[in-house]
């Protein structure tokens, strides 16, 4: 369903509210600099792993900006931090918004970036207004939405909302090559994250309301001319990983009828993981891999050992199981036929969460009352309100971003359209602080 007006602006809470666009520009680059690689020639490259010192660095600089607001900062045993801006009746459940600041490596600068710099401005801008919330307004860092470091995903929020057991969290192990020995524990100890995770639970209801600004990282909007999206639905993410070991050896000396190369039984996995997902003819499904690692990885030798992660994803579990028992299947003859080991290991298997009707009516009046054309749409990439979905009513709202492009350095949102979704999140905080 699209939401459509053609008339000018009608008089909203929102038209009161001013964005500061060359401010939120120039933090967004400030943001980015914290990076472990060089940028790119095809845009700004930003690598940001979780609890790295440029993970800290840009920790401690939003911490700046929110004190110099007068937000008061809590953070939890994981890192997630919550800037709050206290209401008139603090006792009320408070109003929520965040996002991430994490970057896989080589990435763009807004994905993650633009909810919590958005998410700031949003209560800089209403606070401009002379709003005074009656609700609490919360921004939120959340820790790891990228699964870059410890292999899962939306760490964070998962243990926000109970989703992820403590101790199986405090025992994730390094999911980077070099990295296996390393655990959650001890790193996020090391960056001054003390106390046990069990603490980081918040009670189903905590918040009134979860509003995630991001950038919609497809090519929808752009597309189709639009100028906002309202998501409906945030569609649900599997991970699992295949170990296959064969036999390794002497790449010129090994004959060929006696190899049992890992590397091409894995080769076969991953054509067949292509295959049954298109089988499925749902533009819903989709699955990658994106990690192959060969062992022992030298040119001249014949790979004994291969781990596969596999990311797939659906609006519909019970289709995305249903790719995944068909492949299982394929699994199997591949083992057989080429005589390897293959061991499967579930990393996680979400459910997709679905946003509140009530909060896609609140977006969708302040986009009516702006003239905003706004588009109601499913979110294929996850984030961490999959998961504050638990815990509390949510919703998301995208902006379009350039060609679709995401996790990439060429990712590009204009400021006029970073500007336009951050006055919306603005204007939606402020009528849910009001309720
Ligand atoms: C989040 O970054 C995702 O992979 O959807
Ligand atoms: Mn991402
Ligand atoms: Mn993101």
Redesign the pocket.
């Known amino acids: 369903m699209q939401t459509q007006t053609g008339t000018p602006p009608s008089r909203t809470d929102s038209l009161e509210i001013a964005i500061d666009s060359t401010r939120m520009t120039s933090e967004l680059q400030t943001l980015s600099t914290f990076t472990s690689i060089e940028p790119s020639s095809k845009g700004t490259a930003v690598t940001r792993i979780v609890f790295t010192p440029d993970d800290m660095r840009a920790r401690a600089w939003l911490k700046d900006l929110a004190r110099s607001e007068g937000l008061t900062i809590r953070e939890d045993a994981v890192g997630n931090t919550f800037f709050r801006w206290v209401g008139t009746e603090p006792d009320l459940s408070a109003v929520a918004t965040g996002s991430h600041i994490d970057a896989?490596p080589h990435a763009g600068m807004y994905?993650g970036t633009v909810g919590v710099l958005g998410g700031l401005e949003a209560i800089r801008a209403l606070k401009r207004s002379g709003a005074r919330p009656r609700r609490s307004i919360e921004l939120v860092l959340l820790t790891s939405?990228?699964p870059t470091r410890f292999g899962i995903?939306c760490l964070g929020s998962r243990l926000i909302s109970g989703t992820i057991n403590p101790d199986r969290a405090d025992g994730l192990h390094g999911a980077q090559r070099g990295s296996e020995d390393e655990t959650l524990a001890q790193v996020r100890t090391a960056a001054g994250f003390k106390g046990p995770l069990s603490t980081v639970r918040l009670p189903q209801g905590h918040y009134h309301a979860w509003v995630e600004l991001h950038i919609e990282?497809g090519p929808l909007l752009e597309r189709e001319g639009l100028l906002l999206g309202i998501v409906t639905a945030i569609a649900a993410?599997a991970g699992y990983r295949f170990t296959i070991e064969g036999i390794g050896g002497h790449a010129g000396a090994l004959l060929m009828p006696d190899r049992r190369d890992a590397l091409c039984a894995a080769a076969e996995i991953i054509l067949s993981i292509e295959s049954h997902t298109l089988a499925t003819g749902a533009i819903d499904t989709v699955a990658t891999v994106g990690i192959c690692d060969v062992y022992p990885g030298a040119v001249n030798s014949v790979p004994s050992r291969v781990t596969l992660q596999v990311?797939i994803r659906d609006t519909d579990p019970a289709r995305r199981e249903s790719v995944m028992h068909a492949v299982r299947r394929d699994v199997v003859s591949i083992a057989t036929c080429r005589e390897v080991r293959i061991s499967e290991a579930l990393v996680n298997a979400d459910n997709p969460a679905t946003c509140s009707p009530h909060l896609v009516g609140v977006i969708d009046d302040v986009c009516r009352g702006d003239g905003i054309t706004a588009k109601h749409m499913v979110s294929r990439?996850?984030?961490d309100s999959l998961f504050m979905a638990r815990i509390s009513p949510i919703v998301m709202i995208f902006i379009p971003c350039r060609g679709g492009v995401s996790?990439r350095p060429d990712e590009y949102a204009s400021p006029a359209d970073i500007a336009r979704g951050t006055r919306v999140l603005a204007a939606t905080l402020g009528k849910l602080a009001s309720e």
């Open positions: 896989i994905d939405e990228e995903g990282q993410p990311d990439a996850y984030h996790h």
